[in-house]
């Protein structure tokens, strides 16, 4: 390949919201680009992950180097970066924001802006990013693109007159947005006589190659045998291979200088010395100092999971380990359950993040889980002045140590249609949340903000804003800080025996009707036994719900004809198997699934 | 030489019209298909002449469908192919199983001539809403024409079949039901439990959360089945089986050698057989089996003896349906282990919640127990 100087390198990232079709618009520039035919091009080149496919989300940041040849005859080198939509994930978009020097803003046409927008907006903003909008979907029958435009230049304040009016799915227009992109992204700045100074801002481990590093150089040159030394951890490495990204491929180079992305590996064993935000450096021609790493990501919904069977233990600290390779953001540390036995307390950055974690352990792991319901971190100030971090309910002080205690809460915005106002505040105010204001971005559509404690929004908050609103709110909101609060730990008694992993921390308002709730769930989940079950709901020694399972009274098999008793013996290896799906608590069986079906008590 | 004691079963899959609980391997058939099959019996029957003569046939049993449907002529046929086969003893029980309204006089004495001795009526119930609800093809007064008809040719031994828990049924119709029945005095009552199974009408009518409250509630249903051991018992049935009721000395020997592991061979569509510690069941998609039955006895021999394991299982779960239960002495006989070091802790656990008592070194189910037998047979699976 003919070298391309570094003013014609291009490091963008595309930001959307969920939807608005940033994955397609960056399939169509690889393949406008030339970098796969269309026949070869999976769809979603990006997304590899099958989960991303199937849930059509970005999960991991992904990224692809193209070659551009623009209107003005030369070539252009555009290191593209996917980047993850959800909120759940602003961290690893904040990673890989850090790598670019520019965004392409895809804003649907038929939709405009999103709550999920205007988040990503700032962020690429405080990284200092300039941003292109483009408006897709123009090709749709409801498109009002200069409404739109109208709103990004009213809400954000960014000028889009001349934004590029796309259909990505079609192809229509798309050459614009890459000699926009040519024209009114920045090249990157640096120097690459420098000291090498490069930015990581991912890693994925590979069982060969050991972790590879994914970095933006910012100043000087890295090549094939450099010695580098991590600024941070201290860990010095011989660079065994560099390279670029292909489509889901990688592509090995000679050197990568200032400006470029691309990946490096060194037989670094474990991705702890490769820690995202680190400065990579020459170890015999060190940088002044390091660059400015960004935040680092902190859970904040925790849950309890343990494998089905217990066996399998050792199995699923594995699974967890290998996946924290490529996760930095999940955390996980040993407990142990009167009624689950072993596993894991693990920290996700929200509720999305740690159903993906679920669902990748059981289908890439092949483990079956039982979890626990989430929790959040509660702050326990104890009479003895000391504070604990609560992240296990089971874990909670007796309350005649408790002084007070604090919860997380966040700053909310909803954007929805005028007409579902009404229901939107009730369901926050359901919620304990705080109303801070509303605005107008045009006479159909508003921005509503809450202040809402997280507890409240990591159950079923989206599935209930959705249902409300027909599927026209959008939601996004960041922690705010810590505030007291009036909680109570709220226990489940099965047949008079208080089962740890069904306890957690609760408002004391709504106690009663979560108790209730909880109660009537869990006699639909648990099957009759030879006897009578109450299932209880209790604060501290006061009993507030209570249901009953009531005993079987008839289970015969019907008359073996014949003399025909494999039948007879499927029925009651059935029986027997039914049996070891289930936990036992004192003498009741209780199914596995009742567990989880906790999590979801919102009427349907 | 002593021969081996042995129970034939012979399935006869066909029926006039299938009822709607019924989920045995049975459907309406013609002539022709009717006789297709019963040659591939006869040749299956006769594929076990090089063994034929280490056994002693002590019980024979014809059950469907309704064997009572097809020739009485193609009846005989597979009687002489068993005797041609077999050694017969001289007081064997045999049984054919009928349907009320299928039987005359012609067929009866040709029954009696191939050797039958014991009939099995199909009444269900004595109730003619109750018939209707089942789907029953025949109404009381035909049952009872049949049984006076079959008592006159001939049968001294003969068995009325009954169902409890029928949909609209309550204990009082039940009470009806079992007076009329035992006012004509049959040897042996067998009294079952309507069970909906998948893939039947009823299992479609009655299997929801809805379709079951059309059915007798569970206590009414566990009410009509004590009020059945307690009058039959008075009337002088003793239930010597979970379902099965008789006098004195009628108990049916068939059955029997299925609960107590005692060898039985089946011959026909999907017949199970126990013999020699093996397990066999015949194909059940006809044409499979026609294909088979030449090469029956092959087939059985190929079949690996089953594990022990599973054998101690049977033993217990079969076994525990007898009134009787299961003596700790024969179990230890068979299988030479203590059967405390197999089955103390369920014996134990259950024994403690009133579902099963120990008298005299036997086990067995309390009534408590029977109620709910399923889930306590599930338990003795190791």
Known sequence: MEHIPQERIRNFCIIAHIDHGKSTLADRMIEMTGLLSSREMQSQVLDNMDLERERGITIKSQAVRLIYKAQDGLDYMFNLIDTPGHVDFNYEVSRSLAACDGAILVVDAAQGIEAQTLANVYLALDHDLEILPVINKIDLPSAEPQRVIAEIEDVIGLPAEDAPQVSAKTGLNMEQVLEAVVERLPAPDGDPDEPLQALIFDSVYDPYKGAIVFFRVRNGRVRKGMEVLMMSSGAVFEVVEVGYFGAGQFIPCEELSAGMVGYLTASIKTVRDTRVGDTITQKDRPCVQPLPGYKAALPMVFCGMYPADGAKYPDLRDALEKLQLNDAALQYEPETSVALGFGFRCGFLGLLHLEIVQERLEREYNLDLVTTAPSVIYKVHKTDGTVIDLTNPTNLPDPTLIEYIEEPVVNGEIMVRTEYIGAIMDLCNQRRGKYLGMEYIEATRALIKYELPLNEIIYDFFDALKSRSRGYASFDYELKGYERSDMEKLDILINREEVDALSFIVHAETAYERGRKMCEKLKEEIPRHLFEIPIQAAIGSKIIARETVKAVRKDVLAKCYGGDITRKRKLLEKQKEGKKRMRQIGNVEVPQKAFMSVLKLEEE | ?382
């Open chain 2, 1 to 382: 030489m002593i021969k081996r004691p042995l129970g034939i079963y012979v399935h006869i899959p066909f029926c006039v019209e299938k009822c709607g609980y019924c989920d045995f391997l049975s459907a309406p058939a013609g002539v022709d298909e009717q006789s297709k099959y019963v040659r591939a019996l006869l040749k299956e029957i006769r594929s076990y002449e090089p063994v034929g003569d280490l056994f002693m046939v002590d019980t024979v049993f014809f059950g469907g469908g309704t064997p009572s449907i097809i020739s009485p002529t193609l009846v005989a046929k597979i009687m002489d192919r068993l005797r041609e086969v077999f050694s017969f003893a001289d007081e064997v029980e045999a049984t054919i199983e009928c349907n009320p309204g299928t039987l005359d006089e012609k067929k009866l004495k040709s029954y009696v001539k191939a050797g039958f001795n014991r009939l099995s009526l199909g009444l269900q119930s004595a109730n003619e809403r109750e018939l209707k609800t089942l789907g029953r093809i025949h109404d009381y007064a035909a049952f009872e024409n049949n049984y006076r008809l079959a008592r006159r040719n001939g049968f001294a031994n003969i068995n009325v079949d009954l169902i409890f828990g029928i949909p609209g049924q309550d204990i009082k119709s039940w009470k009806q039901t079992l007076e009329t029945v035992v006012g004509l005095q049959p040897d042996h009552i067998s009294a079952y439990s309507l069970i909906i199974e998948k893939n039947t009408p009823f299992h479609y009518r009655y299997g929801s959360e809805a379709g079951k409250k059309l059915l007798p509630g569970e206590a009414e249903e566990r009410a009509m089945y004590r009020f059945a051991n307690d009058y039959l018992g008075d009337m002088g049935y003793r239930r010597y089986e979970f379902s099965n009721h008789a006098k004195k000395g009628k108990e049916s020997r068939h059955n029997i050698k299925y609960w107590t592991m005692q060898e039985y061979l089946g011959f026909g569509l999907g017949a199970a057989s126990y013999l020699g510690g093996k397990r066999f069941s015949n194909p059940s998609d006809m044409e499979e089996y026609i294909e088979h039955a030449p090469n029956s006895y092959a087939g059985f021999r190929m079949q690996p003896v089953r594990p022990e394991k599973r054998a101690m299982e049977e033993f217990m779960f079969l076994g525990l349906r007898m009134a009787d239960g299961v003596a700790k002495a024969d179990f230890e006989e068979m299988f030479h282990v203590r059967f405390e070091s197999v089955y103390k802790n369920v014996v134990d656990k259950y024994k403690r919640s009133g579902h099963l008592e120990e008298v005299d070194e036997r086990i067995r189910l309390t009534d408590k127990g029977i109620d709910v037998s399923n889930r306590i047979l599930a338990d003795f699976l190791l």
